[in-house]
């Protein structure tokens, strides 16, 4: 299986991340104070130059108050299946 950092599934991943935190109202900056991390932490995944294991995924999300499974659904149909 190939590395997915620099597919277009992954860039799709780190957009919807994105959409999701302005969604949630929240700065990189409060996003990163939520999971007692520096900013650079965000900014890094969200520009698709770290990748997020999916305990990290779940973390994430629930500090942005969304929810995982609709989460996934619209990464499911907004990018190629994996191959």
């Known amino acids: 299986m190939r590395k997915t950092i620099h597919s277009p599934a992954h860039q799709t991943f780190c957009s919807l991340l ?4 302005q969604k949630a109202g929240l700065s ?3 996003l990163a ?3 007692n991390k520096p900013q650079s932490f ?3 995944i ?3 130059e770290r990748r997020v294991d999916l305990l990290e995924f779940l973390t994430i999300i629930n500090a942005m108050g ?6 996934i659904h619209k990464l499911r149909s907004r990018s190629e299946p994996l191959t």
């Open 66 to 71: 969304a929810d995982p499974v609709r989460f």
């Open 18 to 21: 994105r959409e999701e935190r």
């Open 28 to 30: 990189q900056t409060m």
């Open 42 to 44: 965000v900014a890094k």
């Open 46 to 48: 969200e520009m698709g």
């Open 33 to 35: 104070e939520k999971l």
